[in-house]
């Protein structure tokens, strides 16, 4: 997968457009906008710039948060309370 295919997907599409669902969306990827289709609508333009925010915020939300422990002089152990995994 691609940084393209990462960022202008059709769950992003529908999350910017609203009240629309992912299967509903196709989309085309032009130089400085991608046009999203709907089924049963007019094809819609939207900027590269909200799929960029898109991606920001998604990332942000399902971030988690990293308490980092000090175990020595040189060590540190993270440790986020949403998994069980050190290191």
């Keep these: 997968m691609n940084a393209q295919e990462m960022l202008f997907t059709r769950s992003a599409a529908s999350r910017i457009l609203g009240d629309v669902l992912p299967h509903h969306v196709s989309l085309e990827v032009w130089d400085k906008v991608a046009i999203?289709?709907?089924?049963?609508?007019?094809?819609?333009?939207?900027?590269?710039?909200?799929?960029?925010?898109?991606?920001v915020d998604?990332?942000?939300?399902?971030?988690?948060?990293?308490?980092?422990?000090?175990?020595?002089?040189?060590?540190?152990i993270a440790h986020s309370e949403n998994s069980d995994r050190q290191g």
Aim: charged share 40%; net charge positive.
């Design 36 to 55: 999203a289709k709907v089924k049963g609508r007019k094809p819609r333009f939207v900027s590269k710039k909200d799929f960029y925010q898109d991606f």
């Design 58 to 76: 998604a990332r942000k939300e399902r971030a988690h948060e990293v308490t980092l422990h000090q175990q020595t002089d040189t060590e540190w």
